[in-house]
């Protein structure tokens, strides 16, 4: 017997449409790079995004069609989220952090069509744009000062078009989005996000026991929008009716903590290298900032060290959110919230699981495996690969790319080495192309990072195998001490002696101006492991 209920389809459309008949007065505020900010309701927001989706049609674009947008985030580039999927074409976010030959592989293997492009952002695209020939048209925001005379000006275009866009009737299976891997080896992967994916992750990503998103939210993403859709908020804050608060190219910690205070930001999301320098900031005075507004500041993208979400929450009461996700599962997998049924371990217990990444979130599943593909017990020690699967975790890249990603019993393999505890709570140890074999034994690189990140005198910390004439492997840690303060080698392993097993300690530390990173802001430990990785091998 086949179920009698309506098979409407779970279109990104259905979002924009709730948004403009319920939430007409909410806002979405976007700070520039001069500083200004500027309002947007959302009755104009939709009316733009229409006159966008006209423009478009205008220019050329069919259902299908891939347009790509190469944008700080700003309520431009938020119209292009929902106009550009309504309209039944696919949003291609491009990571401006990329080099442009990466760029032009993106975009020649997408087939971008048309490119929304900053103005600020024009020389790089310059840079790349005659490598692809699928481009047809370049669409500028002017951003920082006018469109050059030549080139297609958002603005003027959006001008001449009507609020009252048709919006298409689409499959839900349609695609919505693409979005490529941040991959440090390899070429980039393109993850093609459906309709049906987005609203599903959408719904989960607001649900109470996930992000609890409501009408009542001021959203900041911090979180990039080509980085995994700003973690899908664009959308989950939209759906509720949030106030949204871009914060434009302006990333440093002052600027944005002055943002959060000024707008009462209530949810921010970002990676944690932003919010040590929050953190940092809100240490040296204490005072300066009014962020009793925030409730959760989303931490992912790379683990966040416990000493962080502790330092957070004794000195600045300021609650973090630890999450887990990949470009592959839209992002949102798995969230480090503690169970009633545990509330009342101790602290040090509870910053413990909050510093886990958690167990998935509503719809996902999770495992972990042994190389040889046996599912491991939930005991909290045995290692192996966390493997996903859900109605929005990829099925397989654009292009048939990375087939080996994905199991034939339906999981997509995750690359994270983790341990699972008995309530299903994560532990990522490593990245399994960063794990640290030292003679037949596992050392996680997190644990280590963790242990010497809770150093006072230490800001950032990155432990990478190095090369070992006897061992094979043995870890080495890059530091960056936290301005004004000062530590020797021996200080940090007398601090690591009483916190990790005797073998796990670093054979040499490397003291860095700073760690070198990936375009989304983590460690880029191949870099570390091609330029210091055989130091130890004259030893
Ligand atoms: P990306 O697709 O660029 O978002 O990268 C996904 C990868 O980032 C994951 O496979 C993890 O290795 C890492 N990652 C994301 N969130 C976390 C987290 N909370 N803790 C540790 N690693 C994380």
């Known amino acids: 017997m086949l179920g009698q209920m309506m098979e409407t389809p779970l279109l990104v459309t259905s979002v924009l449409e709730r948004a403009r008949r319920f939430f007409p007065r909410s806002e979405i505020v976007t700070r520039s790079a001069a500083g200004e900010l500027s309002r947007l309701s959302y009755a104009d927001f939709y009316k733009r ?26 309520h431009r580039h938020l119209e292009a989220y929902f106009g550009i999927p309504s309209m039944g ?6 990571n401006l ?5 990466e760029l032009s592989f993106i975009a020649r293997s997408a087939e971008d069509k048309v490119v929304i492009v900053d103005r600020s952002l024009l020389p790089l695209y310059q840079k790349f744009a005659a490598d692809v020939p699928s481009i047809r048209h370049v669409i500028v925001v002017p951003d920082d000062g006018a469109t050059p005379p030549d080139l297609l000006d ?65 959203v900041m993403p911090v979180v990039p929008m080509f980085h995994a859709n700003a973690w899908g908020l664009p959308y989950s804050a939209v759906a509720v009716g949030a106030r949204v608060v871009m914060p434009g190219p302006r990333l440093d910690a002052e600027s944005l903590t002055t943002l959060m205070a000024t ?69 949102l997998g798995s969230l480090a919230r503690i169970k009633r049924s545990l509330d009342a371990a101790d602290p040090a217990a509870q910053l413990g699981l909050r510093s886990t990444q958690g167990y998935a979130v509503t719809l996902i599943d999770q495992r972990h495996v042994a190389d040889d593909g046996r599912v491991l017990p939930w005991d909290g020690s045995t290692m192996g690969e966390l493997e996903v699967r859900g109605p929005f975790v990829a099925s397989g890249y654009l292009g048939g790319a990375g087939a080996d990603r994905f199991t034939q019993d339906g999981w997509f393999k995750t690359g994270d080495v983790v341990t699972i505890d008995a309530e299903g709570y994560i532990r990522i140890t490593d990245r399994s192309k960063d794990v640290i074999k030292s003679g037949g034994e596992w050392i996680s690189s ?41 530590a020797t080698k021996a200080e940090l392993t007398a601090h690591l002696e009483s916190r990790v097993a005797k073998f796990w300690l670093p054979d040499d530390y490397l003291f860095m101006a700073q760690i070198p ?23």
């Open 49 to 74: 995004t229409a006159r966008l989706a006209g423009a478009l049609a205008r220019l050329g674009v069919v259902r299908g069609d891939r347009v790509a947008t190469l944008c700080w985030n700003h």
């Open 89 to 94: 074409a696919v949003l291609h976010t491009l």
């Open 97 to 101: 952090r990329l080099h442009p030959s």
């Open 154 to 218: 958002y603005e003027t275009l959006l001008a001449a078009e009507r609020d009252d866009f048709a919006w298409p009737p689409l499959d839900e299976r349609s695609a919505a989005g693409i979005c490529f891997t941040s991959g440090t080896t390899g070429n980039p992967k393109g993850v093609v996000y459906s309709h049906r994916s987005t609203v599903l992750h959408t719904m989960v990503s607001c649900m109470t026991d996930t992000l609890a998103l409501s009408e009542g939210d001021v």
């Open 263 to 331: 707008e009462k930001v209530t949810l921010a999301a970002g990676v944690p290298t932003i919010w040590l320098g929050i953190l940092a900031l809100l240490d040296a005075a204490p005072k300066r900032f009014d962020l009793s507004s925030i409730r959760s500041m989303v931490i992912g993208g790379s683990a966040a060290p416990p000493s962080m979400i502790e330092g957070f929450q004794s000195r600045h009461k300021l609650h973090v959110t630890h999450a887990w996700g990949m470009t592959e599962t839209s992002p």
């Open 446 to 486: 997190v644990a280590l990072e963790n242990a010497l990140m809770s150093h006072p005198a230490v800001l950032e910390a990155a432990v990478f195998a190095g090369r070992h004439p006897k061992w094979d492997e043995r870890p080495l840690a890059a530091i960056v001490l936290k301005p004004g303060h000062s």
């Open 517 to 539: 990173r990936t375009s989304t802001g983590k460690f880029l430990k191949s870099k570390l492991r091609d330029d210091h990785g055989d130091m130890l091998m004259g030893r």
